[in-house]
């Protein structure tokens, strides 16, 4: 079956760095866009990065210039590496992908705190 497993999150200063990772299996990874989302307390949750089969990217504004979504289709993981953190992007971060209907993840605790 489908599992996607997000791994990376933690406490981190602002200005800080931090890459989570989302770890594929259960479909051919090769074949699918993957995304990364994030529901902050209260909020509800949004598009941060895409990926889609071919490497193309897009993102959320808020993040554009700092947060970069990578995959390896070799490993089947997708990263999305976060810096110059700031406090509005705590949040619980999940792994996505689309096959037939949706599949998401556990979710990552980002903290970003002084």
């Known amino acids: 079956q489908v599992q996607l497993v997000e791994s990376g999150g933690g406490l981190v200063q602002p200005g800080g760095s931090l890459r989570l990772s989302c770890a594929a299996s259960g479909f051919t990874f090769r074949n699918n866009a993957m995304s990364w989302y994030r529901q902050a307390p209260g909020k509800e949750r949004e598009l941060v990065a895409r990926i889609d089969r071919v490497g193309g990217t897009n993102y959320a504004d808020s993040v554009k210039g700092r947060f970069t979504i990578s995959r390896d289709n070799a490993k089947k993981t997708v990263y999305l590496q976060m810096n110059s953190l700031k406090p509005e992007d705590t949040a619980v971060y999940y792994c996505?992908?689309?096959?037939?209907?949706?599949?998401w993840g556990q979710g990552t605790q980002v903290t970003v705190s002084a």
């Open positions: 996505r992908t689309f096959l037939l209907r949706e599949y």
